[in-house]
């Protein structure tokens, strides 16, 4: 498993520098991007637009915006688990490479409604790897998780890419189906895969509602005066669970770099490197907004 590294300190308003290894040489192509109206999909759009590709979103809107989509991309509203509509959608637009973000991405919801988790994040994304064989879409980029896919990990240990997947969640079982799922497609149908199993994404137009978006839940805390929790504390006063975190636009090159096919029979773990307790991340956001705000349990 490789690593994509180079993500900006939290609290750094400064862009990342384009990758000139991930994205030169990129000719024109046709994307579809799944979830494209979402946080992290639709920075993919921008930077697909920018860098002159022709794009389609698909959103079935139930989270995402249709606010963040940019001007000159065409948003269907279809879901995933239409397969009549998802086949007819792909088939129309004839794309080079699918970029799939769309998910139901609770945690929590996936344990209360495993079945609709299932539907959503197994039986659509089988929906949508069907659609793509039938119009010879040539690559394939699926969003997994770097989180919930290894399970609890033990106090005092970091997860790496040597550990072993142990899901403890059905969306973390239903993940690690389609990546499997994703391995047979390559190996049997030949189609190019690349699994992305995002750390702790955070950036622009990050709700504050999500279970990973800790640094726009503590942000939007600050702004609101209200104190910060703490989780995971094993005693009281120390500095929680501990997280890696990365910037979306360092998911963003890993996914063009997906899209490329650089990324070819691999999972790549996007992610910063260096990892972070609640406690910092919350104390470098009273640092980012000038603020001083208590924390608690």
């Known amino acids: 498993m490789q690593e994509v590294r180079g993500s900006i300190p939290l609290g750094s308003t400064k862009k990342p520098e384009a990758s000139t290894e991930c994205e030169s040489g990129l000719s024109h192509m046709k994307v579809l991007v799944t979830g494209g109206a979402g946080f992290i999909g639709s920075h993919i759009v921008e930077a697909g637009l920018a860098r002159g590709h022709e794009l389609l979103v698909l959103d079935n809107l139930s989270t995402g915006l249709r606010s963040n989509v940019p001007q000159g991309v065409d948003l269907l509203e279809v879901d995933l688990r239409d397969a009549k509509a998802t086949l007819e959608a792909v088939h129309k637009f004839q794309p080079d490479a699918i970029c799939h973000q769309a998910a139901q991405a609770s945690v929590g919801l996936s344990m209360e409604r495993p079945a609709q988790d299932a539907e959503n994040n197994v039986v659509g994304s089988l929906n949508l790897l069907e659609a793509a064989l039938a119009s010879h879409v040539k690559t394939f980029v699926f969003a997994s998780t770097g989180g919930a896919i290894y399970g609890e990990i033990p106090t005092g240990t970091r997860a790496t890419s040597a550990t072993l997947p142990a899901p403890e969640s059905p969306y973390?079982?239903?993940?690690?189906?389609?990546?499997?799922?994703?391995?047979?497609?390559?190996?049997?149908?030949?189609?190019?895969?690349?699994?992305?199993?995002?750390?702790?994404?955070?950036?622009?137009?990050?709700?504050?509602?999500?279970?990973?978006?800790?640094?726009?839940?503590f942000l939007n805390r600050e702004l609101n005066g209200q104190p910060l929790p703490i989780f995971a504390q094993v005693t009281r006063g120390d500095d929680g669970c501990v997280r890696d975190y990365v910037y979306v636009e360092d998911v963003v090159r890993a996914n063009w770099f997906g899209v490329r096919g650089n990324a070819y029979s691999s999972a790549i773990e996007p992610r910063n490197g260096s990892w972070n307790e609640h406690a910092e991340i919350g104390g470098r956001g009273v640092r980012a907004i000038g603020a001083s705000r208590e924390t608690s349990v």
């Open 172 to 217: 973390a079982v239903g993940k690690l189906a389609v990546e499997n799922y994703l391995r047979l497609y390559e190996r049997n149908q030949g189609l190019k895969t690349s699994i992305l199993r995002y750390a702790n994404v955070y950036g622009p137009r990050q709700g504050s509602g999500g279970e990973a978006g800790v640094v726009s839940v």
